[in-house]
């Protein structure tokens, strides 16, 4: 158990509006990520965070905001959610000793 | 680019029985790290196992095994005396040398039969 909590788990939002998504992890790891996945095409990178403040675009980064003011939390927002944006969202941390990802339990967001 | 293949998008095997789950990548690296996971329906993502580029020993994890070629970049995940518990999507994942960044393939689903 990497101590990945993700809130919320469920969510149904109307199109044009805000959302955020957050991901709180216990063990201080440094690289943090969110993944959005869609059936037929597997796990795709939205932003990855190497540190507080330090963040990158992953491949899906269109239409998604990070943000990470402190070591554990890591924040995902859709800033006018579209129906495209109807996914399974999963974050994910990489401690700094190993190469592998340990991920959370995922959000369901479904825009309507 | 590089791009991680998984061309079985359903796979089928009787229970206690050996299947193989296959998986390509494109890389022009010499080192780096390949991964598999299992996601069951709870929709949790479970490590499976790793394999480090430089080591020529294929991992194995329990009933779990890999079969790593390098010069034909093929990463294939053998599961041995299949259970109903391995019911699952499985993803193979690639991590790009020299960033904390993974590509991860589409997922081949597996069903057990019992």
């Known amino acids: 158990d990497a101590g990945i909590t993700q809130s919320p788990r469920h969510k149904v939002t109307e199109t044009g509006t805000p959302v955020t998504l957050r991901c709180h992890q216990t063990?201080?790891?440094?690289?943090m990520y969110w993944y959005r996945q869609d059936p037929g095409h597997g796990l795709r990178l939205i932003h990855y965070?190497?540190?507080?403040?330090?963040?990158d675009k992953g491949e899906v980064s269109d239409g998604y905001s990070v943000s990470r003011s402190k070591t554990e939390d890591f924040l995902l927002t859709l800033e006018s959610a579209t129906s495209s944006q109807t996914s399974v969202y999963f974050c994910?941390?990489?401690?700094?000793?190993?190469?592998?990802?340990?991920f959370g339990p995922g959000t369901r967001l479904t825009v309507t | 680019a590089q791009t991680v293949t998984q061309s079985q998008p359903e796979m089928s095997v009787q229970e206690a029985e050996t299947v193989t789950l296959s998986c390509t990548y494109d890389?022009?690296?010499?080192?780096?790290?390949l991964f598999w996971y299992k996601q069951p329906p709870s929709r949790q993502m479970i490590l499976v196992i790793r394999?480090?580029?430089?080591?020529?020993q294929n991992a194995t994890e329990n009933r779990f095994s890999v079969n790593f070629q390098k010069a034909a970049k093929s990463f294939s995940l053998k599961i041995s005396d299949s259970q109903l518990g391995d019911a699952a999507m499985y993803f193979c994942?690639?991590?790009?040398?020299?960033?904390?960044?993974?590509?991860f393939g589409t997922g081949t689903r597996l069903k057990v039969l019992a």
């Open positions: 994910a941390i990489t401690p700094d000793i190993s190469y592998e990802q340990y």
């Open positions: 063990e201080n790891h440094r690289y």
């Open positions: 965070s190497y540190g507080v403040k330090d963040t």
């Open positions: 890389t022009s690296e010499s080192d780096y790290y």
């Open positions: 394999q480090e580029a430089y080591k020529q």
């Open positions: 994942a690639y991590r790009m040398p020299g960033t904390y960044k993974y590509i």
